[in-house]
């Protein structure tokens, strides 16, 4: 059982940057890829980024390339969303996952979920 608890959302401008931190529990952090999805009011949850177990093989949304940066600490069970150059259509409630496949771009096949953390972004 690994439970995922994010935090860091918040309100910031167009322009601005916000850091999402999602804290892991359990020992097998490590056996888990874990993803970061994205649900703006009345639109399906939508993929923004993965990283591999050791964080070898990071995959993202076309819209997020170049903006946004996952990273890992293994050692702290944590994993990193930075968020640059914020567009207020990046405004949803983020939420980090974990699969045991590698990687994954698809909701389904991952096996636990945070409670989601809010992302305002004003023009």
């Known amino acids: 059982q690994v439970q995922l608890v994010e935090s860091g959302g918040g309100l910031v401008q167009a322009g601005g940057s916000l850091s999402l931190s999602c804290a892991a529990s359990?020992?097998?952090?490590?056996?888990?890829?874990m993803g970061w999805f994205r649900q703006a009011p009345g639109k399906e949850r939508e993929f923004v980024g993965v990283t591999s177990r050791n964080g070898d093989i990071t995959l993202y949304v076309d819209s997020v390339k170049g903006r946004f940066t996952i990273s890992r600490d293994n050692a702290k069970n944590t994993v990193i969303l930075q968020m640059n150059s914020l567009k207020p259509e990046d405004t949803a409630v983020y939420y980090c996952a974990a699969t045991r496949l590698t990687v994954s771009t698809t909701p389904t096949f991952y096996e636990y979920w945070g409670q989601g953390t809010q992302v305002t972004v004003s023009s």
């Open positions: 359990g020992r097998t952090f490590i056996s888990y890829g």
